[in-house]
């Protein structure tokens, strides 16, 4: 299941993907600082999705395991 977590601007760890949405779409988009509008969700380059409501951490399960069994 995802933990959706209520976007908060100040809570995301910058330069790390996410999966994000409005409540209509879901993305992967990275939250850091664009030139042209300040932190906000985008691809890291540019600033894409300006009405992101929530947002979740990528925790795939393989990825999970392998990080618990040392490799």
Do not use: F, Q
């Amino acid at each position: 299941m995802i933990e959706w977590k209520k976007y908060n601007h100040r809570d995301p760890v910058s330069h790390v993907p996410y999966l994000v949405t409005n409540g209509d779409y879901v993305v992967n988009a990275i939250h850091c600082n664009y030139p042209e509008v300040g932190y906000t969700w985008g691809d890291g380059t540019t600033a894409l999705y300006p009405d992101v409501t929530h947002y979740a951490p990528i925790n795939l399960p393989d990825k999970e395991e392998e990080t618990n069994n040392g490799h």
